[in-house]
Each structure stands twice: as C-alpha cells, then as structure tokens.
T-cell receptor
Framework: GAVVSQHPSRVICKSGTSVKIECRSL??????MFWYRQFPKQSLMLMAT?????????EQGVEKDKFLINHASLTLSTLTVTSAHPEDSSFYIC???????????FGPGTRLTVT | TQLLEQSPQFLSIQEGENLTVYCNSSSVFSSLQWYRQEPGEGPVLLVTVVTGGEVKKLKRLTFQFGDARKDSSLHITAAQPGDTGLYLCAGTYNFNKFYFGSGTKLNVKP
C-alpha cells in the first residue's frame, strides 16, 4: 500500500513553454500532498503544500504564479511550471500524506530540463 | 539555514563496516522520519519515530530518537553495497509540514 506515482518521469521543454506534472496516490486517498524541488546532490526543498479542494500554501520565495498547483481530487495533484526557464530545470518530487498524520510517501520524481 | 543538520555529509566505507549517521536540531519535533533515496528516484520511508528515547530496528539498521526529541541517529551494522544511497532525516512539528535534513551520502564499496 501507499503507492504514489508521478507523470511524466522525464520531460524536456523549450524556454517559455509550460509543463504539467501529475502526482497520484494509487491506493489511498490523500487530502494533503506536498511538492518538493531537489537540486543535484542536495536535500529536498519544500515548494508548497497542496490541500484537496483549497488553494495551495506556498513556501517563502516560491512564486505561486509560476508554479501553479491544483489538487482537484483526493488522489491527484498537479504542478504546472509556467513560462519555464533554464533555471527551472530540476528534479521535482511530490509526496502524499498517509493515513497516519506523521508519514508521507513519495513519488518517483520528475526530471525537468528546460532548453 | 537548515533546521535539521546531518553529519557526516559524505561517508565512504568498505563492505562489512559499521557506521552511524546523525541528525541534529535545536528544535523539538513531534516525530522524525528517516528516508533513503537512490539517484533519480524519490525517497523511500525507512522508519518513523515519535517517542523520546525510542529505538527501532529494521534488520541491520537501528534508529534512535533522542530523549528530548531534538535529534536522532541511524546506525548500520555490517554495511553492504545495497545500502549505498542518500539518507535523509525529516522532522515535523504539527504534521502539516516536514523539514528535511541536509542529507548524508553513503557509499559502500564491495
């Protein structure tokens, strides 16, 4: 149990275009999902907390108009990187909060490369 | 500023050796988790500790939560090449947000 998927696993896009990343909890309902960004050889940086049916809560320094988050159902959250630039290239990982409040389960990540 | 500091940052050891990774903070956490992450993949949850002084064992891995719930350690006995990866600790105050440590990159050589 507690499986989280992400799609796509890798995406290459041109500068100025938008990219959507999906995060799904496959065998449980997740009222809360988190979006993280990870730079090479570094730890995870929380970008935003996504709650089903309400607006996402963004961390300080994260542009909400650039990183659009939608949590339309209990099993799906999406992150859209709008007007992508090369500096947005990174590894984006989502996680879903499990049945026990203090646990979260991670997706396999999405490698975004902006050329 | 990192809320959770891990040490060491890098560790390269021979198969069969023992090692300990530390996760320290000046803050008190409600619970703390340990994860292992392999390149190009998401972190995988290893354990959650919630009680001060708690010790949990997972085969050759032993996890301890400090009495004051500010720190934790991960001890691996007789390390194997399959233990290679990035080890991350993460703490939470109110279960609404998780703060990740700086990470420890472990390489176990055969």
């Amino acid at each position: 149990g507690a499986v989280v998927s992400q799609h796509p696993s890798r995406v290459i896009c041109k500068s100025g275009t938008s990219v959507k990343i999906e995060c799904r909890s496959l065998d449980f309902q997740a009222t809360t999902m988190f979006w993280y960004r990870q730079f090479p050889k570094q730890s995870l940086m929380l970008m935003a907390t996504s709650n089903e049916g309400s607006k996402a809560t963004y961390e300080q320094g994260v542009e909400k108009d650039k990183f659009l988050i939608n949590h339309a159902s209990l099993t799906l959250s999406t992150l859209t990187v709008t007007s992508a630039h090369p500096e947005d290239s990174s590894f984006y990982i989502c996680s879903a909060k499990g049945r026990r409040a203090y646990e979260q389960y991670f997706g396999p990540g999405t490698r975004l490369t902006v050329t | 500023t990192q809320l959770l500091e891990q040490s060491p940052q890098f560790l390269s050891i021979q198969e069969g050796e023992n090692l300990t990774v530390y996760c320290n903070s000046s803050s008190v956490f409600s619970s703390l988790q340990w994860y292992r992450q392999e390149p190009g993949e998401g972190p995988v949850l290893l354990v959650t500790v919630v009680t001060g002084g708690e010790v949990k064992k997972l085969k050759r891995l032993t996890f301890q939560f400090g009495d004051a719930r500010k720190d934790s350690s991960l001890h691996i006995t007789a390390a194997q090449p399959g233990d290679t990866g990035l080890y991350l600790c993460a703490g939470t105050y109110n279960f609404n947000k998780f703060y990740f440590g700086s990470g420890t990159k472990l390489n176990v050589k055969p």
